[in-house]
């Protein structure tokens, strides 16, 4: 999530030689000739390039929009994954190139993502049990076309424009709707009418191989996204003369929200020091801080333990929120 350099004291009193810690990355936009492989290793294949991966939860996610100037955009080239676009656009150049694609991929998960003017928004073939969802998909030529898939999940998306917004060649099982009230999808050409206002069109949206039978009747309400989340220290003491006699050192953070929307069930995972410094074992976590409004602000306290002798040392923290459509996000 985040890293603070201590320097450390004599006295019952430690001094903070650092005390921002930033959560996020400043966006911008990147310029592309190739494709961006996504892989299941150390640094994410490529994605270390144009966003931040998590190993454990095996999550790119962008920090940048992307423009390609040619080829396809991005590629998934291991199972498991998750490609989170952080709510990030990528951009093609047309023609036959593809946005997103898997090919002979199975249980990935492409979230949070605007995919526009490619050939294909987003294609899948051969591959089984993914998760389409919370994408744009607009102004492509195909907006998402599946061949030779099994079982993937497609909903709470927004299909905008494009020439066919969908396509389904061979495959069984692929499902393009949630039960109420999550719903299907929102699909330009198919917005109404909606009589009783459920919030779904009052007929099903039919396309070639596939049917969403709850299609939303406006683009999806929720805005998705990671909260723009800010770590900060706000002090660092020994809360005892025990505890300086112990080593154990109490340090307080400050959770901010820095964007306009609400980071959910915001809860702090784990911390580590370096140079010997150890969480106190009987600190407990997780610490769950509830939900951070904009502007917003939670406190939480963590006791680590510092070995004699040791002068300095950086805290490392991990944290997990969610967004107000229910997606999870993982810092850093």
């Known amino acids: 999530m985040g890293k603070t350099q201590f320097q450390l004291g004599k006295t019952a009193a430690a001094s903070i030689a650092a005390v921002l810690l930033i959560l996020v990355m400043v966006s911008g936009v990147s310029a592309a000739t190739g494709a961006v492989k996504i ?3 150390s640094t994410g294949g ?8 998590n190993q454990y939860t095996k999550t790119c996610t962008l920090t940048t929009d992307i423009t390609f100037s040619s080829g396809n955009g991005i590629e998934i080239v291991s199972n498991g994954v ?10 093609g150049s047309g023609g036959f190139a593809t946005g997103g694609s898997l090919s002979v991929k199975n249980d990935v998960t492409i979230r949070n993502l605007t995919v526009r003017n ?12 993914n998760t389409i969802t919370g994408n744009t998909i607009e102004n492509n030529d195909v907006g998402l076309k599946l ?14 424009d494009n020439n ?3 396509t389904a060649q061979g495959g069984t099982g692929n499902v393009f709707n949630l039960p109420a009230p999550a719903g299907g999808n929102y699909w330009s050409d198919w917005a109404s009418p909606d009589a009783d206002n459920d919030g779904f069109v009052d007929n099903p949206y039919t396309f070639t191989g596939g049917t ?5 009747a406006g683009a999806s309400s929720c805005n998705a996204g990671k909260p723009a989340l800010q770590l900060r220290v706000s002090g660092a003491y020994w809360a005892s003369a025990a505890d300086y006699g112990y080593g154990r050192l109490s340090v307080e953070y ?3 929200n820095a964007g306009a929307e609400t980071a959910f069930d915001a809860t702090i995972t784990g911390s580590s020091g370096s140079n010997g410094v150890l969480i106190d074992p009987q600190q407990q976590l997780p610490v769950n801080l509830g939900d951070i409004t904009a502007a917003g602000t939670a406190g939480f306290t963590i006791k680590y333990m510092v070995p004699p002798g040791v002068a300095a040392f950086r805290a490392d923290i991990e944290a997990l929120a969610v967004d107000e459509c229910g997606n999870n996000y993982s810092y850093p």
Request: glycine residues 14%.
């Open 39 to 41: 892989q299941d290793n």
């Open 46 to 53: 490529d994605c270390t390039s144009v966003g931040v991966w």
């Open 82 to 91: 998750t490609l989170d676009g952080g709510g990030h656009v990528i951009t």
């Open 118 to 129: 490619f050939g294909y928004g987003i294609y899948l073939l051969a591959s089984h049990g």
């Open 147 to 160: 061949v030779s898939s099994n079982n993937n999940v497609v909903y709470g998306n927004s299909f905008i």
């Open 164 to 166: 066919t917004q969908a």
């Open 212 to 216: 969403d039978n709850l299609p939303l």
């Open 254 to 256: 400050a959770l901010d």
